[in-house]
């Protein structure tokens, strides 16, 4: 059997096995693969050598040939509408924190499905990005050197687009899922970058000035890291807004192709 033969058995393989794993859980999502190559090659500098540190004396040759899975789990319906959502006229911020709750929930769950996946095709979980960090830094550039980027993965692994927002979009769940990613040296059909689909929409955009005005920001990712210390002291226990999320779901261009 030839490599691409090979690849496109070990992909079909790996498709069967993740959706037998979110029908075990009774959750819904999506599963891509992406060239280890060409997300090493968008990744911040900082993240590069994080790459590098995971992976040791295995670098050059995934560079050469290898994969990095990426798997979405999507939020269960109605947890969107319960962001910024409004209780005599001020935000009802406990109903907020079970959307910070469920965000809990899902990283949880998929870090242990890329474990069971990395234990499966012989590679090595990268986990969901946690919350509990933006207290400790002192500006969001600390924080790019802690991970690699899953929205990175996701896009050149070809499961959507990239938002205004600078979040994952698909073309089912918008960008109401959650991401961990998985990487190994096994032959894999890569999927492929999609382009932006957004257009001429401002949902994400109407809903934040943060993402309205980041061009005049010396960077609006620091706005959002300090909106979410905001949020806590009002009770919101995880690193979470969702504000972006939920203009996506509800109100974009495409709320009536989504569907949670």
């Given at each position: 059997m030839n490599r691409m033969n090979h690849a496109e058995e070990n992909t079909r393989e790996l498709s069967e096995f993740f959706h037998q794993l979110l029908q075990e859980e009774h959750e819904r999502g999506v599963i891509g693969v992406a060239s280890f190559t060409a997300v090493h090659d968008e990744l911040m500098d900082a993240q590069k050598t994080k790459l590098r540190e995971i992976v040791g004396s295995g670098f050059d040759s995934l560079y050469d040939s290898g994969s990095i899975i990426s798997i979405a789990v999507a939020?269960?319906?109605?947890?969107?509408d319960y962001i910024d959502e409004e209780k005599n006229?001020?935000?009802d911020y406990p109903l907020w924190d079970r959307y910070a709750q469920e965000y809990d929930r899902l990283n949880q769950l998929l870090n242990r499905l890329a474990e069971?996946?990395?234990?499966?095709?012989?590679?090595?979980a990268l986990e969901a990005t946690m919350g509990g960090v933006i207290e400790d830094i002192e500006h969001v550039h600390e924080y790019f050197p802690m991970v690699i980027s899953h929205r990175v993965v996701a896009e050149h692994a070809g499961i959507g687009w990239r938002g205004k927002n600078q979040l994952l979009i698909h073309e089912r769940f918008s960008c109401a899922i959650r991401f961990a990613s998985i990487i190994t040296g096994v032959p894999l059909v890569h999927g492929t970058k999609m382009e932006s689909r957004c257009g001429e929409c401002t949902a994400c955009e109407d809903v934040c000035g943060f993402i309205r005005h980041r061009d005049a920001l010396p960077?609006?990712?620091?706005?959002?890291?300090?909106y979410m210390l905001f949020l806590q002291s009002k009770g919101i226990k995880e690193d979470v807004c969702g504000k972006c999320i939920k203009a996506c779901y509800r109100n974009s261009r495409f709320r009536d192709e989504f569907c949670l």
């Open positions: 939020y269960r319906d109605p947890v969107i006229h001020s935000p069971r996946i990395a234990s499966r095709f012989d590679g090595i960077d609006y990712r620091e706005n959002c890291r300090r």
